[in-house]
């Protein structure tokens, strides 16, 4: 069992960056990786950033390539999610996920993400 809590939304210009975390709490021996999604109003949950257990392995989406730098510190339990140049479109609300099934490897699909975090929520403005 994990539990995921993101913190570090908010309000920023456009052009600007930030930087999400995700704590990761869990009281079972056991590696996962994580992804960050993000879901805009009326429009489904997308995939933004994926990394396996050791941080070895990353993907992005390719709306945020360049510009998002995926990251986690596994002794803090912690993973991160930093955004720079950010755009009005990437303004969402941003979820961090955990995959205990495959963690040496990333995925993108929702589907493969059974823990999720409750969202934190980023606005860009122009």
């Known amino acids: 069992q994990l539990v995921l809590q993101e913190s570090g939304g908010g309000l920023v210009q456009a052009g600007g960056s930030m930087r999400l975390s995700c704590e990761v709490s869990t009281h079972t021996y056991g590696t996962y990786a994580m992804g960050w999604f993000r879901q805009a109003p009326g429009k489904e949950r997308e995939f933004v950033a994926a990394?396996?257990?050791?941080?070895?392995?990353?993907d992005y989406a390719d709306s945020v390539k360049g510009r998002f730098i995926i990251s986690r510190d596994n002794a803090k339990n912690t993973g991160y999610l930093q955004m720079d140049s950010l755009k009005s479109e990437d303004t969402a609300v941003y979820y961090c996920a955990a995959d205990r099934k495959a963690p040496w490897k990333t995925t993108a699909r929702v589907d493969d993400y059974v823990y999720w975090g409750q969202g934190t929520q980023v606005t860009v403005s122009s």
């Open positions: 990394i396996d257990w050791n941080g070895r392995s990353t």
